[in-house]
């Protein structure tokens, strides 16, 4: 499995970000190298901050994020499940996700993965993923 892992970009108040695109093609983040296999995101350190996921499609149909529900307490609000995020072509979405909804051990956790982790798949092999991070007072 060729499970991607995505690193978290923790925003400071007030302060300018480095570039965030990636390449000549101003995609935003990670590639998700094998969208079946999916990807993990690691909040350790992060999990008293505002979580945003940022989406972008680069294939030619819109490749479906589905973001799967935690496996592990304290997600308490596992039992609301999946939510899926529909991406049309060339599309780009953001979404702030609770992570008592999607906190688990991630995808191939038994390959090390830690148990604070936020996983998702996609239905294709183009969409890139980037992480925020911003305090919890904004």
């Not at 997600?75 to 939510?83: F, V």
Request: charge should be negative; include cysteine; glycine fraction near 12%.
């Amino acid at each position: 499995m060729a499970i991607t892992t995505v690193t978290v970009t923790d925003l400071t108040l007030n302060t300018e970000t480095a570039d965030l695109n990636t390449a000549a093609l101003g995609t935003l983040g990670t590639e998700i190298a094998t969208g079946a296999d999916g990807f993990n995101v690691d909040l350790s350190g992060h999990l008293d901050k505002k979580i945003t996921f940022i989406f972008t499609d680069q294939g030619g149909t819109g490749d479906d994020v589905t973001m799967v529900a935690g496996n592990r307490p304290p997600s308490q609000r596992a039992d609301l499940g999946t939510t899926v995020i529909t991406m049309d072509a060339s599309d780009t979405r953001a979404v702030c996700l609770e992570n008592a909804q999607f906190l688990g051990r991630g995808l191939g956790w038994s390959t090390g993965n830690h148990e604070q982790n936020m996983a998702g798949t996609s239905a294709g092999d183009n969409t890139f993923v980037l992480v925020l991070a911003t305090p919890r007072d904004l």
